[in-house]
T-cell receptor
Framework: GQQLNQSPQSMFIQEGEDVSMNCTSSSIFNTWLWYKQDPGEGPVLLIALYKAGELTSNGRLTAQFGITRKDSFLNISASIPSDVGIYFCAGQRPGSARQLTFGSGTQLTVLP | SAVISQKPSRDICQRGTSLTIQCQVDSQVTMMFWYRQQPGQSLTLIATANQGSEATYESGFVIDKFPISRPNLTFSTLTVSNMSPEDSSIYLC????????????FGPGTRLTVT
């Protein structure tokens, strides 16, 4: 199936630092979603993006839908310990009947 | 967003047996999905389950191995049949919601270990 390339695979940062991660694809997407998954839990939706160029914030999180519709990024500002977890991008392709394709995930560790 | 529960939360099963996972939603939803998340991996869509029709399976997944029921708009089951250790994964259900149903909300998952 269609793959989403998510990077970086893992990050170790100091508390208070900003974080950036991104997803790219060779095909276009109609919707980009960003999720966070804690151990033993299901993914939780953080931000949804619907239009090319759209920039959306949710507290300290900001995500953008790339102009080409083939990429998206997520920024986290002023990281805190509870930001630790795995972040996934997910995209919905045109004509996909709402099915999502997930990126490989970014494991974020925040050091005190 | 909908509140989604799954049963069981985890199980340890012997190879060759089958396990049925239940997904319950607190509101009526049209589209439900089942995913598999292998250890340390991302999520892979198994099938889409719509009420009143047969489930639609993704490439690599077949009905004989993963039969799905969708008897009403708040409930679905996924059965993992004739299990082998390779079936050890987290199984997650999700529902479509949000703007034009383009968002998905996930249950807590069922952690399956096959010995």
């Amino acid at each position: 199936g269609q793959q989403l390339n998510q990077s970086p695979q893992s990050m170790f940062i100091q508390e208070g630092e900003d974080v950036s991660m991104n997803c790219t694809s060779s095909s276009i997407f109609n919707t980009w979603l960003w999720y966070k998954q804690d151990p033993g839990e299901g993914p939780v939706l953080l931000i949804a993006l619907y239009k090319a160029g759209e920039l959306t914030s949710n507290g300290r999180l900001t995500a953008q839908f790339g102009i080409t519709r083939k990429d998206s990024f997520l920024n986290i500002s002023a990281s805190i310990p509870s930001d630790v977890g795995i972040y996934f991008c997910a995209g919905q392709r045109p004509g996909s009947a709402r099915q999502l394709t997930f990126g490989s995930g970014t494991q974020l560790t925040v050091l005190p | 967003s909908a509140v989604i529960s799954q049963k069981p939360s985890r199980d340890i099963c012997q190879r060759g047996t089958s396990l049925t996972i239940q997904c319950q939603v607190d509101s009526q939803v049209t589209m439900m999905f089942w995913y598999r998340q292998q250890p340390g991996q991302s999520l892979t869509l198994i099938a889409t389950a719509n009420q009143g029709s047969e489930a639609t399976y993704e490439s690599g997944f077949v009905i004989d191995k993963f039969p799905i029921s969708r008897p009403n708009l708040t409930f679905s089951t996924l059965t993992v049949s004739n299990m082998s250790p390779e079936d050890s994964s987290i199984y997650l259900c999700s529902v479509a919601g949000g703007l034009a149903g383009s968002e998905q909300y996930f249950g807590p998952g069922t952690r399956l270990t096959v010995t």
